[in-house]
């Protein structure tokens, strides 16, 4: 177990151990859960989603193959509002 000293501020800093433990690298985030009983679930803060996953969202949705023009033309309507 690793014990953590409290600053006159209320701060903690963590241990390289720690944080090579949890995956945590300087300027990333952290999640804390409050738990019953004054205890706490600490993690790594994970983006939900991936570029991938989202280009991959609708593969195999249609068999049409847009060109680039109707592409430029669909984002152009999508941003002024047309649909």
């Known amino acids: 177990m690793t014990t953590l000293t409290i600053t006159?501020?209320?701060?903690?800093?963590?241990?390289?151990?720690v944080l090579q433990h949890?995956?945590?690298k300087p300027g990333e985030?952290?999640?804390?859960?409050l738990l019953p009983d004054g205890r706490a679930a600490l993690k790594a803060a994970r983006?939900?989603?991936s570029?991938?996953?989202f280009v991959?969202?609708?593969a195999g949705k249609t068999a049409k193959v847009a060109t680039i023009e109707e592409i430029n033309e669909?984002?152009?309507?999508?941003?002024?509002?047309?649909?």
């Open 29 to 33: 985030k952290i999640e804390l859960e």
């Open 8 to 17: 006159a501020r209320g701060q903690v800093t963590f241990r390289k151990e």
């Open 22 to 24: 949890l995956g945590i």
């Open 51 to 53: 570029m991938a996953g």
């Open 74 to 83: 669909a984002t152009a309507s999508g941003w002024a509002g047309r649909r």
């Open 47 to 49: 983006p939900t989603g």
């Open 56 to 58: 991959g969202l609708l």
